[in-house]
């Protein structure tokens, strides 16, 4: 029994020693908070989600001023679906495999949305 107990703590520490021989140890430190912020983001996109109905209207207007109520619910239901595939996309998703990839990009940004709703010109 006294064997068992020394081999698992003997594999428990040198399980942890693996990290000693990483390139970027000094790295894995922001990781976290790299992680924390595109949860937020995440996090901020769905609480913020409605704000669409008001900021595309007035984008749409702007852009188009004789053909707005044509091109605003389309438009707005597109911008709402991605926003809210993104913050999903953000929380679940990208803080795994933004480790590997080193890409943190939302899924906006590739629709030529902002990161956030309020961020439209």
């Given at each position: 029994m006294e064997k068992k107990i020394t081999w698992i703590l003997l594999g428990v520490f040198l399980f942890g020693a693996s990290g000693l021989f990483e390139p970027e140890a000094a790295g894995n430190e922001s990781a976290l908070k790299e992680i924390a912020s595109i949860e937020k983001r995440g996090f901020v996109n769905f609480l913020t989600s409605p704000s669409e109905l008001v900021y595309t209207f007035a984008t749409e207007k702007k852009d188009h001023p004789k053909a707005w109520p044509l091109t605003y619910v389309p438009r707005f239901f597109t911008n709402i679906a991605t926003r809210v595939g993104s913050s999903v996309f953000d929380i679940a998703?990208?803080?795994?495999?933004?480790?590997?990839?080193?890409?943190?990009?939302?899924?906006?940004?590739?629709?030529?949305?902002?990161?956030?709703?309020?961020q439209k010109e």
């Open positions: 998703v990208l803080p795994w495999y933004v480790r590997q990839s080193k890409d943190d990009t939302p899924l906006t940004r590739r629709f030529d949305l902002p990161d956030y709703a309020w």
